[in-house]
């Protein structure tokens, strides 16, 4: 991987966090112009970030999510992205890429959003703009909503790969607002390690004043559960024919 494939997965990585992590903290901090503004507006803020995040990494595949870089392997594919060829080592630095944008763009969303943080009293407020978190507590409820969700998102990616339309990003974009509707419910729908863990970690690492607990307790299962869903869907997609179709 050139160092160009790299920044590009970084940015695009750290672009779909700061504007998804912007739109929990625009809904959820007090005194935001969109302060109550619903999980659906939290759906499609996530899926407009998705569709920035793309563009941006274009250069890399555009994976921005662990799971989908673990998908692509038990899919079998040669390649990750444009002459990266799949190895375990591209494997390792699509990772730290996408660990490193994660975390930047958390940082940036706090910066941005500073004044909120401080003015919003309730520390889960704040932790759940960095992190998800469920509606009911059941650490294996939870991972195999995560599990089923990723299923989702990888299997149909690959099915978007395959039938190449010129819309790809618009329909990934549109996936993930569907899934967000759809399966978010239980969990707040991580689908992507680097949703949650990155900025799982800036928010321990960041001086935001009243954050309380960074509950670690629970942070396994968005990482855990992504990445089975995510090599379930690559490997179930190889026994799906996709056929080429220009839509």
């Not at 109550?36 to 920035?52: D, E, H, Q, S, T």
């Not at 509707?181 to 321990?204: E, F, K, M, V």
């Not at 299962?221 to 869903?229: A, D, F, Q, T």
Request: charged share 5%; hydrophobic share 55%.
């Amino acid at each position: 991987m050139s160092l160009e494939v790299f920044v590009a997965e970084a940015f695009g990585t750290m672009l779909l966090l700061l504007l998804g992590t912007g739109v929990v903290a625009n809904v959820a901090l007090a005194g935001t112009k969109g302060n109550n503004g619903g999980f659906l507006m939290v759906n499609f803020g996530w899926g407009l970030a998705v569709f920035a995040g793309i563009y941006v990494a274009a250069l890399s595949g555009a994976h921005l999510n662990a799971a989908v870089t673990v998908g692509l392997m038990t899919n079998g594919a040669e390649q990750f992205g444009p002459g990266i060829d799949v190895n375990f080592v591209n494997m390792l630095l699509y990772f730290a890429a996408q660990m490193i944008g994660s975390i930047v763009g958390a940082v940036l969303c706090w910066v941005a959003y500073k004044q909120h943080f401080d003015a919003e009293p309730d520390p889960a407020n704040k932790l759940g703009v960095f992190s998800t978190g469920p509606a009911i507590r059941s650490n294996t409820w939870n991972l195999v909503t995560e599990i089923i969700g990723t299923f989702v998102l990888v299997f149909v990616i690959v099915a978007i790969g395959m039938t190449p339309s010129g819309l790809g990003p618009l329909a990934v974009a549109l996936l993930v607002v569907g899934i967000g509707a759809s399966l978010g419910g239980p969990t707040g729908y991580a689908i992507n390690p680097n949703r949650d863990l990155g900025p799982r970690i800036a928010h321990a690492l960041l001086p935001i004043k009243g954050k309380g607990s960074s509950d670690w307790s629970y942070a396994w299962v968005p990482v855990v559960g992504p990445l089975i869903g995510g090599a379930l869907g690559g490997l179930v997609a190889t026994f799906i024919s996709f056929p080429a179709v220009m839509v």
